[in-house]
């Protein structure tokens, strides 16, 4: 068995068609289909039945291609990870989520470059949702991610930064807009803006709201949607929502008077002149701040990295408590 005839039995599978997968792979179909039937004699085991159009896999097959795309894919990782350690470290990719940008990362970048000056590391940002900053990092486009979601990867290790409380936005004509000390509860009469495109990997409650609708149901469905499960935490339903593409929508909308939404509070400098922000009386509804990277395998400057995000917070008054890389 060979790489080779594992990845043709994949691009087949996929495709469901010989013809398809010679397109992609750039092989012939009777080298694929030599490369199938080496693999099955191998195995001993039919993967791929040949008289369904379009092709299906066997019951067998269904299984060894479970098994094989993980291994693929962490072959993947080791390649990447291996060509990484093998290039001159010249810059330092930092992925980011866009609420991030709004609060400290200019300042930490500014520390972290005013104390590495002499190290000829070019920095370069990229914008990537926390979910994809894990790909990113085992696909080597990064070396560091900062996100607001804990992810379970086994390749990546995470330093909880710091928890942000959220403030709730208004639109500055709203008859809540002056009210100091806000409660959950007594914004769920309002269109709730959702804007988040990671959702929450738990189950943990089982209360579910419909989008865009006036019925709130109960089920057994978890609430993944992290605006609706900080609400649903506190027996809270929203009346109405909405949801749109990303922070910077909601925050429009919000503005032309469409509805309120919860934002960490470091967003509370956008558009003041239309929008109210206010804080809310429970502590626990905060947005957390992660710093993800590659266990083992640490961008030298990445330690760095963090020391300057520590400096920032001291300076800022702001408490942590200090982690380490593996
Ligand atoms: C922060 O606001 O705590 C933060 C922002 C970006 C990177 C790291 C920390």
Redesign the pocket.
Same mark, same amino acid.
Do not use: A
């Given at each position: 068995m060979d790489l080779k005839q594992l990845n043709a039995f994949i691009a087949i599978a996929d495709l469901q068609s010989f013809s398809g997968a010679a397109k992609t792979t750039g092989l012939s179909q009777p080298s694929l289909s030599r490369l199938l039937k080496q693999l099955e004699a191998d195995i001993g085991a039919e993967l791929i039945d040949r008289y369904h159009r379009p092709l299906q896999l066997t019951e067998a097959g269904q299984f060894f291609y479970d098994k094989v795309r993980v291994l693929l894919a962490e072959l993947d990782t080791i390649t990447n990870m291996t060509k990484r350690l093998a290039t001159p470290i010249t810059t330092l990719n930092i992925g @980011?989520v866009p609420s991030?940008l709004y609060? !400290? !990362?200019p300042e =930490?970048i500014a520390y972290f470059k005013q104390h590495n000056a002499g190290d000829d590391i070019e920095i370069n940002l990229k914008d990537i949702s926390s979910y994809q900053q894990i790909e990113a990092l085992k696909s080597g486009e990064i070396d560091v991610g @900062?996100g607001r979601f804990a992810h379970q990867d086994p390749w990546v290790q995470q330093v909880l !930064?710091?928890h942000?409380r959220y403030v709730v936005a208004l639109p500055k004509a709203h008859p809540l807009a002056k009210v100091k000390e806000q409660r959950l509860m007594d914004l769920a009469n309002n269109r709730l803006i959702l804007y988040h495109q990671t959702h929450l990997p738990v189950a943990t409650t089982t209360n579910r709201k419909n989008t865009n609708s006036q019925n709130a149901s109960s089920t057994t469905e978890p609430i993944t949607e992290p605006l609706l499960h900080l609400f649903a935490q506190y027996g809270v339903t929203p009346l109405m929502t909405t949801k749109v593409s990303d922070l910077q929508v909601a925050l429009g909308l919000v503005a032309a008077g469409e509805g309120i939404t919860l934002v960490p509070s470091?967003l509370r400098a956008v558009r003041p002149e239309q929008i109210s922000y206010q804080r809310l009386i429970h502590e626990n509804v905060t947005s957390p701040?992660y710093?993800h990277t590659l266990k083992n395998v640490v961008h030298p400057k990445v330690p760095e990295l963090l020391k300057a =995000?520590y400096r920032v917070?001291e300076q800022r008054g =702001?408490t942590y408590r200090a982690q380490q890389f593996i």
């Open positions: @980011f991030v609060g !400290l !990362l =930490i @900062f !930064l710091r942000e470091s701040i710093l =995000i917070y =702001i």
